[in-house]
């Protein structure tokens, strides 16, 4: 069995909540807004429309529709799949879910098995991958309205997703991707954003040492691919 989860969240820090999920299953779907137990910044709002006066009757976590789901779902066979999914991990985290099966993270696919695309994020990879001539017909069949970053919109596409990349490897091959290190071809952010990292690598290391020694909370497939381009360009 396969769930597709994606959430929203009050921010990125550390004290941040979940305040929406949107899970599949099969052909269930399931979304529900829930109550953080925090202010809602509106730089959060900003991105998906979720206010706090929307939440406030919502149910906290842990009484929540969405929690009883995840608890039954939780199991050795089950396969969690999300685009970036250590973020939805340690927000389950937080919330007590630690998930028990096996693990598809699709940016991270994404990332191995097409290396030279230019971005990675959701709503990026929905025009790269063209999924848009097709999205209408398949959120009608599910019954899901397109918004970009609604919880279960959102899944939705990484559903898309799942399917695209299931044309370039096996489950398998997926989850062994997700658990592995990814070597970037490009800086996904900064000065030399799309950039090669070799590239950088030679005209301008220090700057690649700046990020590894600056940024304690560089995403790990990032901070690996810099230390492989370095010790490749030295």
Request: net charge negative; charged share 25%.
């Amino acid at each position: 069995m396969q769930l597709i989860i994606d959430v929203e969240t009050t921010g990125l820090e550390l004290n941040d909540r979940i305040c929406s999920v949107g899970m599949i299953t099969g052909k269930e779907t399931h979304y529900e807004q829930i109550n953080p137990g925090k202010k809602i910044p509106p730089s959060a709002s900003a991105i998906h429309q979720i206010t706090n006066e929307m939440v406030k009757d919502s149910p906290l976590f842990g009484e929540s529709l969405s929690a009883q789901k995840l608890e039954a779902i939780n199991l050795p066979d089950t396969i969690l799949v999300s685009h970036n999914a250590p973020f939805e991990l340690a927000m389950l985290q937080k919330e007590g879910i630690a998930w028990q099966g096996e693990i598809i993270d699709t940016l991270k696919c994404a990332q191995s098995l097409m290396d030279d695309l230019e971005g990675y994020s959701l709503q990026f990879l929905r025009y790269e991958l063209r999924l848009y001539r097709d999205e209408v017909n398949v959120f009608e069949a599910f019954c899901v309205p397109i918004v970009p970053h609604h919880a279960l919109s959102d899944a939705l596409h990484t559903r898309m997703i799942l399917d695209y990349l299931l044309d370039l490897a096996d489950i398998e091959q997926l989850i062994q991707i997700s658990k592995s290190h990814v070597l970037l071809s490009r800086l996904p952010f900064g000065k030399y954003a799309k950039k090669r990292i070799e590239e950088i690598a030679l005209k301008d290391p220090g700057y690649l040492k700046w990020m590894c020694e600056s940024l304690m909370d560089m995403d790990e497939d990032l901070r690996y691919s810099i230390d492989y381009h370095m010790r490749k360009a030295f």
